[in-house]
């Protein structure tokens, strides 16, 4: 039936074999935040060693992605989040997607022959809108985050169905699946801040002899977020 159909084809072939990675814009909150960081960023490791931020330029680091996974035979999305605060501006961005899924179902009604067909044409841009639609909604409660979602998509060869996952897959200690990507990402950073703390002297003075020895252009910086030894 339909649910089989969508199983099968939908999500056995494109979207099974799907990830997200997220990043942090904070563009709209000012140039301090953007080159201190929010308060709320550092609370967490503000008591070790791993509070560091890294800032990418935003067009290098997708255009890294791009043709990293046109390599791989994979397609990706990538777009801020839309946050629920704002419904009638989450109905407005997602509505092509919406219209997209529409059409699938519209071509299941005309019979299987003619759904295949559409899978074949459409079926990347059909994943992406699903991925779209899921992916890219988050609660108002993280607004201050200003996300940004790349979601990776694996394009299925219609010659050789049985072709293995392009990337190197893993488990979590929980079981959750997620993949390593062998990027240079290294000239696509711009910055990094390293957070408030006692040693952040120390950490700063530690990076820049890493970034020396690796010969990169990247600037490094101490926070101006208060500290507080609580």
């Not at 039936?1 to 084809?9: A, L, M, N, R, Y």
């Not at 929010?38 to 067009?59: Q, T």
């Not at 777009?79 to 179902?105: A, G, R, S, W």
Request: aromatic share 10%; with cysteine; net charge negative.
């Amino acid at each position: 039936g339909i649910d089989h159909f969508i199983e099968k084809v939908i999500y056995g072939r494109y979207m099974e074999k799907s990830y997200i990675s997220s990043f942090c814009t904070h563009s709209q909150h000012g140039k301090y935040i953007m080159e201190n960081g929010l308060l709320s960023m550092w609370k967490g490791p503000g008591k070790s060693n791993s509070r560091i931020a890294i800032i990418f330029d935003g067009d290098l680091l997708e255009n890294n992605f791009d043709c990293f996974l046109k390599g791989k035979g994979a397609a990706y999305i990538g777009d801020m989040v839309i946050y629920n605060k704002y419904q009638d501006k989450t109905f407005k961005h997602l509505q092509p997607y919406f219209n997209e899924i529409k059409n699938f179902f519209n071509s299941l009604m005309r019979g299987p022959e003619e759904a295949k067909r559409y899978i074949e044409d459409e079926g990347v841009k059909i994943s992406k809108s699903v991925l779209n639609t899921l992916s890219r909604i988050k609660h108002q409660g993280f607004e201050e985050e200003d996300e940004y979602r790349f979601g990776i998509i694996n394009v299925p060869d219609n010659k050789n169905e049985n072709r293995s996952n392009p990337f190197d897959e893993h488990l979590d200690e929980d079981g959750r699946r997620y993949i390593t990507l062998e990027l240079n990402l290294l000239p696509t950073i711009n910055t990094i801040i390293i957070g408030p703390g006692k040693d952040q002297k120390e950490i700063e003075g530690r990076i820049n002899l890493l970034i020396d020895r690796l010969s990169e252009d990247i600037n490094v910086k101490c926070s101006d977020t208060p500290y507080t030894d609580l």
